[in-house]
């Protein structure tokens, strides 16, 4: 099955079956990673068997990592001009 994708030129980068979105900023990103990563140790905390609470701090874990880097890479600023990286 064929699907139908337009380009950037058509219709602002619409497709034909996802409409265009607004942008996210860096900053939006990070604070949703990091509201899921802390949701999964709520979770963890409440008492998850062996398996979901091994599943559940793994997730959490690569989250945070996601976090730090997005953090690391576009919101920290650097000592010498200010500038996000």
């Known amino acids: 099955m064929q699907v139908r994708r337009r380009g950037r030129g058509d219709a602002g980068g619409e497709s034909a079956i996802m409409p ?11 604070q949703r990673i990091t ?4 949701e999964f ?4 905390k409440r008492g998850a068997s062996l398996i979901g609470g091994t599943a559940l701090s793994t997730a959490c874990r690569t989250l945070r990592g996601m976090a730090q880097a997005v953090y690391e890479h576009s919101l920290a600023s650097s000592e010498d001009d200010g ?3």
């Open 35 to 38: 509201a899921v990563a802390d």
């Open 20 to 30: 265009a979105m607004n942008p996210v900023s860096d900053l939006e990103i990070y």
């Open 83 to 85: 500038v996000p990286q």
């Open 41 to 44: 140790d709520l979770l963890t």
